[in-house]
Each structure stands twice: as C-alpha cells, then as structure tokens.
C-alpha cells in the first residue's frame, strides 16, 4: 500500500493525540517529499516556508565553518525539521541535509496559518506542540550548553 | 592476609591509551592471595604509591586470565600518576567494594537499557558484555546508547562494535558531529525514545555525569520504564571503601558501601536532585 499524505500524518509522533480534523487540516497543506543522501532540504539563509515532518530517513542540522560542516544535531523519524518559519525574519537559521534516504511530508507554512487561523480550535493544539518540541530543544541545548562529559570527572583526584 | 584498608601490590601488565586523556591499565597480583573476582558495577581503590589513592570504577576483565582492567582519566595528580604508570610497574589495589548492578539476579525476558555517558561506560562495559550474552541466548534483549562529547572521545569504540555486530541495538550519539560523523548527534536523552524497547517491565542501567542521569533517568520514566528499575551509578568522595570514614555519605547512604548502584526510584531521584542544590 503506497503512502498517503494523509496516512504518514496520521502515524506521525507530531500529531500524537491531536484533535480530530488536525490530519485532514494539515494534509491539505502538505505534500509527501524524498531528498537523496546529500541532498539538502534547506539552506541557511534562504527563506523558510516549510516544516518538514520526517517519515523516514535521518536529517543532519549542519552549520558551515572553516574545518567544514559540522552537524549539530541529527533528526529522525516522528521528528521535525524546519521551525525558522516560526520566527522573524523567517529564514533557515543552519542548513539541513539527508545522512540517508530520507522522505517527509513537506507543509507550506503560509497554507498552514491561513488553515489554523480558520480553525482556532486546531491552531492553538498545534501551536502548543511546537512550543512543546521547542522546550525539549532548548532543555537539550542546555544539557549540552553544560558540556556534560567534562562534568562529574573532573574533580581533581 | 591483610586488613580492607591495606593495598595489594598489583602489577601494570598492560597499558592502553583509549580517547583523549583516558588510560586503560591491565592488573595482575603479584601475590596468590588477592582475589580477582568481582561483581559488575563494583570498585576498587587504586594507589599510586607515594601519590595517593583514587576509587575506580572495575571496567572489566580481560578474557578469561583473571587480570582487572581500570580505564582511569587524568584530572588530578593520583590519577596523572596512574595514567603515567608504565608496563612492569606495581600500584596498589584495595577491594572489590559496593554493591554491582546486580544482572546476574535479572529474570530471562525484559529487554535492559545501558546508558552512559563518556567514562561512565567503564563500570558498565563488563556488565553489557554479559547482556549481549543473554541476548544470544534469547534471554531478553539489550539496548546500549553511549553519548560522548565528539566523535574522537568515544570510549571503548571495539566493543561497541562488537556488541553491534553480535545483534545488539548499540547507538552512539555526540554533542557535535565533526566533519566525516554521520552518526546521531545530540545528547543521550534524544534518543531514548526511538529505541525498540518494550518499557514494561524493563531494567535501566545508566552511569555518567549527575546530570545527566537525572534527566536520562526522567526521560526513561516519561518512555514507560518503572523508576525502580533504573539503576543508577554514584560517585562520592570515597576514601576507605568500606563506609566508616563517613566522607561518601549522601543522605543516609554511605556510597561505598550501599552504593555505588542505586534505584532512581524512591532513592537516587530525591538524592540526585537535593545534592544540586
């Protein structure tokens, strides 16, 4: 049975428990997208539009520097790239690459708005599951903001 | 037969750089009387003669010739003076002491989950190598997330590997994948949630920086996993190994002697997050 739009968003960890209607509301947004190994699906600097929900495959969250890319952080399935949209001035903050093969559903986040400012009841669901995604961003930042390997060893001894 | 607080002379019989500034000593007695046998998860007291003496975790033996193994990292002057130490030469070596993880006692079925971050893998290493054994006979899978800060400092890289390629689940995650790492990146409680475990009567074993196990260990709670299952690995200032100098006290435990493993449940959780403060 080949996938549907519809059908990898009802399975997806994004939409865990939402209200109904929130699959059909997002679905009709959104379209299935696969990028090969390597390929990018945004780039820092260039304007960001859409929220990628990965169905299958591993993303890498890179930044370019000197000694080359470094990722900074890796995203699977059930997960999400892209929240850059969210925020002025609306732009990819890093770049983002398949480490594999890797498919989503791809949502135009200008649709997206428009659909939840139509359906408040939905939005505000919506919303609070991408604050809730953005907190356990920013609690693993801090974790690692710690530098954690080099706590709890350190003690001289 | 000498008293606990007195050192065996152990010989250095082998030396092993592993990442960064962590040292792998192979030991040998070099009298018939010290016994060699330990429980997973359990310490000693190494002396650097004239230096000092360090509690460290047993990071395994090596095969079957009875020597203990000790991964010791360089952040002070007694473990600087182990990690120097040559082939030949002797330390000393108090113990086993504490209690161990105890998977000897687990029943054959509920899948276990290792945890840990950077050095904490050293007092887990034996303890997974016998769980990758029970998974081969079928008796109850194993998952293995090691964290590291990069992909240079990940410790005991061989036997991951080999645990991998024995069928089990082994995940290694970095804070910052470098050029040419295509592993996951991102710190251990990231990933918790996309292993295979089956939470319900699953037993968690974790050990790495305080922190870290704190949040490891809510982050299994939130996946299903009872806190009483979760074992966690403390360290304290220990000093004679034997809980009466009373300097490993955490709460009503002495570390040395009720510890160094704990339930987060009902015990480590409340401990963990009352030391912080």
Known sequence: MSDTVERVLAAHRFLDGMPEGTVELIAGCAQLDSFEPGQRLLAEGEPAGTLFLVHHGRVGIEVHQSEGIITIETVGPGQIVGLSWASPPFRWQFDARALEPVSVVAVDVDRLRTELRRRPDIGVVVLERLASLLVDRLQETRLRVLDLHALGDDRPR | ?277
């Open chain 2, 1 to 277: 037969m000498h008293g606990p607080l007195t050192p065996e002379p152990y010989r250095v019989v082998g030396r092993r750089e592993e990442v960064g500034d962590v040292v792998t000593l192979s030991l040998e007695p070099c009298t018939d009387g010290a016994s060699g046998t330990y429980a997973h998860g359990q310490f000693n007291m190494l002396t650097a003669f004239g230096v000092g003496e360090v509690a460290l975790s047993i990071a395994g033996s090596a095969g079957t010739s009875g020597l203990i193994e000790h991964s010791v990292r360089d952040v002070g002057a007694v473990t600087h003076a182990l990690c120097t130490v040559p082939a030949g030469a002797v330390v000393g070596l108090r113990g086993p002491f504490g209690n161990g993880w105890g998977i000897e006692r687990l029943p054959d079925g509920p899948d276990v989950v290792v945890v840990a971050g950077g050095i904490g893998l050293a007092p887990l290493r034996s303890a997974v190598g016998d769980l990758v054994v029970r998974e081969r006979e079928g008796r109850g899978r194993v998952f293995v997330v090691a964290g590291a800060r990069s992909p240079d400092q990940v410790l005991y890289g061989d036997d991951l590997d080999a645990w991998r390629l024995s069928g089990s689940d082994v995940v290694v995650t970095v804070d910052v994948g470098t050029p040419g790492w295509e592993g996951p990146v991102g710190v251990v409680t990231t990933v918790l949630p996309d292993l295979a475990f089956e939470p319900g009567g699953a037993w968690a074993l974790t050990c790495g920086p305080e922190i870290m196990m704190r949040f490891v260990a809510r982050a299994l709670v939130e996946c299903g996993v009872e806190p009483a299952r979760i074992l966690v690995s403390l360290e304290r200032n220990m000093q004679c190994g034997i809980g009466i100098c009373g300097h490993c006290q955490l709460g009503p435990l002495l570390v040395c002697r009720d510890g160094p493993v704990v339930p987060y449940g009902g015990v480590a959780d409340r401990l963990l997050v009352e030391r912080g403060r």
